[in-house]
């Protein structure tokens, strides 16, 4: 386990200091395609060297918004800034952004090192410059020994490092990634991600991705934002968004849930208790200060934060529902279950397998409980 320094546990990252300036200000950005809303009043701060995700389902707005940060779309009303600058009415080539294509568009007549050369060969610089700059963007992407290959000799994943290198060899202040590993393979998506990671680290540069994919976001990004109908429903890092979603739309779009609506029925300085009538059970959860007896709310919980056991739990802050396994599969490092109560209402729980076994822990019509702390009741109002 590497321990942090006292400064590293300390310092703040950027868009919680008052007063760090960001680098891409995103200002009330709307985008009208011809009576269609394709972005509504987005304004969002981008702080220099983030890996920042766009995230969301398709036709949400995702690549509009992307694509009037790189300059190929004018956004109806709003401004772009980019390091102080407005770039609302400045040509794409004329930004100090580059921006990698989901299709990764390389040029199949020409060699690695002469794909990633070209943005170079087009600026005018000279030959030496370029050739030390290519040389190092190949090492950086670990594709020196493939320099004189072309496209059609190389896998998904080398396409992607050229594609990458490409873009980064003019050194771009800012770069734009389009659902940049959405053609690789489930293994090697995995991989790249961390690869993607690293690369960024090691270069500062700010990067902006968008995808549709949540555990994508989740592992690439030090914030990501959800976007739902062209609005920005909720920015945070992935820890805020998936433990702390702000409404019904973003806890069910991002990750596996469990909700369950319901009247408050007590509530303290604390806790309260959520009357739950859909599966017949008291539900506990920290309350707020404007929390009130007969709020009608909705109680969300992950599959993850549920335990589930053949015998009944105890516990003062425990909601406690039993139930039948309906349905479970074995995933390897976990088992899902999917428990049908007495009142139908089916709720998903995710185990992890701690102890190898080749046998079931829990069989099909298994009578079992269900239980989780307090803490691990989201609370939605929205």
């Not at 589930?308 to 599969?329: C, F, M, T």
């Not at 976990?334 to 209402?345: A, D, N, P, Q």
């Not at 822990?361 to 079992?368: C, T």
Request: proline share 4%.
């Amino acid at each position: 386990m590497v321990e942090e320094t006292s400064d590293q546990s300390t310092e703040k990252p950027a868009w919680q200091d008052p007063a760090a300036k960001p680098f891409i200000q995103i200002e009330n950005v709307s985008k009208d395609f011809n009576g269609f809303i394709a972005v509504n009043k987005v304004s969002l701060d981008i702080y220099q060297g983030e890996l920042f995700s766009i995230l969301g389902a398709s036709g949400c707005g995702k690549t509009t918004l992307l694509r009037i940060l790189a300059g190929f779309e004018r956004p109806t009303t709003g401004r772009i800034l980019i390091d102080g600058m407005d770039m609302t009415n400045i040509p794409p080539y004329e930004r100090p952004i580059n921006m990698m294509f989901q299709s990764y568009a390389v040029f199949p007549h020409m060699t690695v090192e002469k794909n990633v050369a070209y943005g170079l060969k087009k600026e005018g610089i000279a030959k030496e410059q370029i050739q030390t700059r290519v040389a190092e963007m190949l090492e950086l992407v670990q594709m020196t020994e493939f320099a004189k290959r072309k496209p059609h000799q190389l896998s998904g994943g080398q396409l992607q490092r050229v594609a990458l290198a490409r873009a980064l060899v003019k050194k771009p202040k800012v770069l734009l990634l389009d659902e940049p590993l959405a053609a690789l393979d489930k293994k090697l998506r995995e991989h790249t991600q961390f690869e993607l990671m690293n690369i960024q680290d090691q270069i500062g540069v700010t990067f902006v991705v968008v995808t549709h994919d949540q555990d994508e976001a989740m592992i690439l990004s030090s914030r990501i934002v959800v976007m739902h109908k062209g609005e920005l429903i909720q920015c945070g890092t992935p820890k805020e968004i998936y433990e702390y979603p702000i409404n019904r739309y973003v806890a069910d779009f991002f990750g596996t849930i469990n909700l369950f609506e319901g009247n408050v029925s007590r509530v303290d300085d604390k806790t309260m208790e959520v009357e739950c009538k859909e599966i017949s059970t008291t539900v506990k959860a920290l309350s707020s200060d404007t929390t009130r007896v007969n709020d009608q709310l909705t109680i969300a919980v992950r599959p993850e934060k549920i335990s589930i056991s053949k015998e009944a739990p105890e516990g003062e802050d425990l909601s406690i529902l039993k139930g039948i396994v309906w349905d479970l599969g074995y995933y390897g490092k976990l088992s899902i279950y999917k428990v049908r109560t007495e009142t139908g209402k089916v709720i998903q729980v995710s185990a992890q397998n701690r102890i190898r076994s080749a046998e079931r822990v829990l069989e099909w019509d298994e009578e079992v409980y269900l239980s989780w702390d307090i803490q691990s009741s989201v609370v939605l109002t929205e």
